[in-house]
């Protein structure tokens, strides 16, 4: 597709259930973002693939937390036990990565409610 | 660790005021610099950037300078409108572990009154 597209788009689930989010970047672009919106709060980086890579994880919040990437191309946020503090805007972006200069662009995101 | 800080919001102004949105920023090396802006109910998208020290970015009458020996990127509008009311992030991109890394700052909410 034209943009980074994120499904599911909204997402309520139990508390203590597993969650899978899913992104598919632009094609082409090598590298792939996680980032998580807290309602009225800033942007909080979670994890960073460089191809099926990811060589930084510093971000995710704990063992709960797990992505893969696949292909080059498609990657999944899994949230496992979830809790109500999981709750907010789980967005990706991807960027061409081949100079610090280059646009991330980013999905609409998946709104995740936990109940 | 690179980091940026920019001041807190909300910052609520009339129509045709003057906007100036501060935006500072630690790193190693040279990175780039970004606004990112978030209108109601939409993705966030680029506003401008600049990609190396003096560099002016600007679209949509807003611009920001790459200031190196202040290290800031502060956005700044000459007369903003109802429809500037959104959410304004700045960000940096620099050199991470195996590639480049963006960084944001925690946003800045504006609000304009008609």
């Known amino acids: 597709g034209a943009g980074v597209s994120q499904s599911p788009s909204n997402k309520v689930t139990e508390k203590g259930k597993d969650v899978e989010l899913r992104c598919d970047p632009i094609?082409?672009?090598?590298?792939l973002y996680w980032y998580r919106q807290s309602l009225g709060q800033g942007l909080e980086f979670l994890i960073y693939f460089q191809g099926n890579s990811a060589p930084d994880k510093s971000g995710l919040p704990s063992d709960r937390f797990s992505a893969e990437r696949t292909g080059g191309s498609v990657s999944t946020l899994t949230i496992q036990r979830t809790q109500q503090e999981d709750s907010a805007v789980y967005l990706c972006?991807?960027?061409?990565?081949?100079?610090?200069?280059?646009?991330?662009?980013f999905g609409e995101g998946s709104w995740l409610t936990v109940v | 660790g690179d980091s940026v800080t920019q001041m807190e919001g909300p910052v609520t102004l009339s129509e045709e005021a003057f906007l100036t949105i501060n935006c500072t920023y630690t790193?190693?090396?040279?990175?780039?610099l970004f606004w990112y802006v978030q209108y109601p109910g939409e993705g966030l998208q680029l506003l401008l950037k600049?990609?190396?020290?003096?560099d002016k970015g600007s679209n949509k009458g807003f611009e920001a300078t790459y200031r190196k020996e202040t290290t800031s990127f502060h956005l700044e509008k000459g007369s903003v409108q109802v429809s500037d009311s959104a959410v304004y992030f700045c960000a940096l991109r620099g050199v991470g572990t195996g590639g480049f890394k963006t960084i944001f700052g925690a946003g800045t909410r504006l609000f304009v009154k008609a």
């Open positions: 600049a990609t190396k020290a003096d």
């Open positions: 094609s082409g672009h090598t590298a």
């Open positions: 790193a190693t090396g040279y990175p780039s």
């Open positions: 972006a991807s960027t061409p990565d081949r100079n610090s200069g280059n646009t991330i662009y």
